[in-house]
């Protein structure tokens, strides 16, 4: 297996539902980062179609829709994403061991086009309280631990998950296994709606394979040279 450059690990997100400006960041960035992730908002706003135009930038896609729902429902909606050819797309660990086997059957149709299929664990924003809020008790680590087992062992290609957690995830579930983290915010940037945030370098420096970053580089006032500072920081490191 190739070793990631720098610039490969880096995806910007670009969750808007403004089909324009999501156009001209995918633009700005092209052969400067690893790919652009898409969400809810976007794909809400602008469907299978606005995917298209953005990967029609050249840019690898990102397809960040968290299914959840039962396996069935979620391996019909991967196969549908299969038409977009995202390079990666993410379910709810949560929603349980046959729910993950179905997505990661549903992503093997593609053969060798077939993206890494994600779980979810524990989502950047919330906290040991926040969990306890929905009856799980006991800190994040334990339940996102509990979840990256759950989806290895279910054929998942990796996990999404804090900076946090990445070196134990790393150490339990081996160096094959992707490790995708969010919530990264450059030093001195704002968190933001972020609890569990981590730097560029942190979060290689953890284990993780690819890092997601947004606001400190769609909110730049040149997200261009914001991505520049992010890569350099990861060569640094």
Do not use: W
């Amino acid at each position: 297996m190739c070793a990631l450059r720098p610039s490969d690990r880096v995806f910007v997100a670009l969750d808007t539902p403004a089909m324009d400006g999501a156009l001209s960041l995918a633009r700005c960035l092209g052969g400067m980062v690893g790919g652009i992730k898409l969400g809810k908002a976007f794909f809400t706003a602008n469907g299978p179609q606005g995917v298209e135009r953005i990967a029609a930038t050249g840019l690898p896609v990102f397809l960040d829709l968290k299914f959840h729902d039962i396996p069935n429902t979620v391996a019909d909606a991967v196969r549908a994403a299969l038409a977009l050819a995202p390079v990666m797309l993410t379910v709810h660990a949560s929603g349980g061991a046959a729910m993950m086997r179905a997505a990661a059957d549903a992503a093997g149709e593609a053969g060798a086009d077939r993206p890494l299929v994600l779980g979810v664990t524990v989502l950047t924003s919330l906290g040991a309280e926040d969990l306890a809020a929905t009856g799980l008790a006991g800190p994040v680590a334990d339940q996102v631990m509990r979840l990256a087992r759950l989806a290895q062992a279910s054929g998942l290609d990796g996990v999404v998950c804090s900076a946090r957690e990445a070196a134990a995830l790393r150490a339990e579930c081996g160096a094959d296994f992707k490790l995708v983290v969010p919530g990264i915010r450059p030093a001195g940037a704002a968190a933001g709606d972020q609890k569990r945030t981590a730097t560029p370098a942190e979060a290689v420096a953890a284990g993780a394979d690819y890092l997601v970053i947004g606001r400190p580089v769609t909110g730049a006032d040149d997200p261009a040279q914001a991505a520049r500072a992010v890569i350099d920081e990861i060569e640094a490191a």
